[in-house]
Nanobody
């Protein structure tokens, strides 16, 4: 019943900023983990950032200090604020949600995601 849609990706220059959104048709209430992943062409999907139900956050070393995860419970939306963007941040970005023991997105195909392209 729940749907998950990413948005906010764009073409930006090195050093620029973007805020990605992940909107859920249903409430995030009861989630265990909110997570952002990214995947560059020909490469495996990698975890970028995560937020637990307690509010604690974890970030990949490559984005620590530049990216921030937040959420708006009233809007059923999780955000990824991306600052000081680098060319290596170029990828398709996906969100995922763990409800109890089940991830919303599973398997190889995670949908369209949202494209972030950082140019120089």
């Amino acid at each position: 019943q729940v749907q998950l849609v990413e948005s906010g990706g764009d073409l930006v220059q090195v050093g620029g900023s973007l805020r990605l959104s992940c909107a859920a048709s249903g409430s995030f209430r009861g989630f265990t983990v909110l997570a952002w992943y990214r995947q560059a062409p020909g490469k495996q999907r990698e975890l970028v950032a995560a937020m637990s139900s307690s509010g604690s956050t974890n970030y990949a070393d490559s984005v620590k200090g530049r990216f921030t995860v937040s959420r708006d419970n009233a809007k059923n939306t999780v955000y990824l604020q991306m600052n000081s963007l680098k060319s290596e941040d170029t990828a398709v970005y996906y969100c995922n949600v763990l409800y109890g023991s089940k991830w919303f997105r599973q398997g190889d195909y995670w949908g369209q995601g949202t494209q972030v392209t950082v140019s120089s």
